[in-house]
């Protein structure tokens, strides 16, 4: 640099300007990693969640080959998930985020103070390997939701108790989400589109309870799970006014698992298409009220949502720490054009995880902010991934490869809990009912 004196190593010795480019580029990505690592992460959160986050991070690195082993699998080898779930459980995994009272560990005094943060830190973490190992746990949380929306303390007990005694036992009972059907998909998870879908699952009252009969798909987990939360209308002319939300236990007669599905990506999370054939669900196996499946079902999307940018943001922290690595292994740790493409990919991560973490933090959760969370994080990430690809190149593409198994992960992070479009038009469904943006009061 013509005028300037050259830059001296801390001994003395002159060192070239490109040198000290390089050395300066090398501090910054060790920062970046760094900022991964417990010294950073116990100045950003309390000891109790750094805890959480070094104990998920460990869990999570330990059943990684599982996870591999699983993405070469077929579909209906659920052996690794369910070693995984084993696994889980006995960490105490499974049992963390449910209430005390229930056989859990989690307070509501939590609740309130943190909103879902720590569970955003569990399935970030969890991401970080894979988001389908975020799904396989997560799921097992959003089965349970419904019950614990309905804040039906002695339901709690009834349904979600004998499932703790067997976590703790290391029996991976866990819960599954049943809401999409043949004919309705995300348009049941937006109000527009539910006040037009039929749900074709539906619910008959008899002596003592209900009759179900009907079909789900794409369940996450729902060939594993010993309980699923399934949603069945009463009425189905009267569109999400006759939605009821029912337990729904996996060895009731009449219940069966047709198939798994052949996914792209998240193999280590199958998805089940469910069917309920005459099945007898008991009046205390009734979640909620009757007719209060809606609410049920857009409440525990609002929580859920902001999540699921959480885990692809994981995903997405993993891949720009191997891009990064990539990148001095092949001298492009001092080449100015990378920094550039670089620096927008922590920027651009760094924005959508303050916004992800903002949604996380409101109790309740805002179904604007929350579907906003979710959309950007998703899109970000994938768009991380994609760009880095791009830097690697065709290794980047070998079956196998830890980049092509996340971007295979994330593209199905954009589709489900609402695919992308329909979170979109959720922003604006206030303004629909003659309803203020609720939004800018939180940002």
Known sequence: MPGCPRPRRPGGSEMTWEALSARLAARLFARFEGNRGAAASAALFPPALERLRSTVARF????????????????????????????????????????????????????????????????????????????????HYLGAMPILLSFDVAAMRRLLRPLCERLHAGDPAICAFAITEPEAGSDVEDAMGAQQARLCTRARRCPGGYV?????????????????????????????????????????????????????GQRISPAAELCFEEVFVPEECRVGPERRGWELNRVTLDLSRPLVGGLALGAARTVIGDVLAWAERNGLGADRLFHHAAARWIGAYAAAHALVVRACRVVPPLPDLSAMAKFVATDTAMRIVSEAMEWIGLEATVVGSRIERLYRDLRLTQIYEGTNEINRLAVFERVEHGQPLSWPRFL
């Not at 006995?90 to 307070?107: D, N, V, Y």
């Not at 005094?109 to 909103?115: D, E, H, I, V």
């Not at 010993?226 to 939605?243: R, S």
């Open 60 to 139: 999570a690195a330990d059943v990684e080959p599982l996870v591999a082993a699983a993405d070469r699998a077929t579909a209906d080898d659920s052996q690794y998930a369910r070693e995984v779930l084993v696994r889980a459980a006995q960490a105490g995994l499974l049992t963390r985020f449910l209430p005390r009272w229930a056989g859990g560990e989690a307070s509501v005094t939590a609740l309130q103070r943190r909103g879902s943060v720590p569970i955003l830190m569990f399935v970030e973490e969890l991401g970080a390997v894979s988001p389908g190992l975020a799904t396989l746990l997560g799921a």
């Open 212 to 264: 179900l009969s009907g079909r789900k798909v794409f369940i996450s987990g729902g060939n594993l799970a010993a309980l699923t939360t399934v949603f069945a209308t009463l009425e189905p002319q009267h569109g999400i006014e006759g939605w009821t939300c029912f337990a729904v236990r996996m060895d009731t007669p009449g219940v069966q698992v047709v198939r798994v599905e052949d996914k792209m």
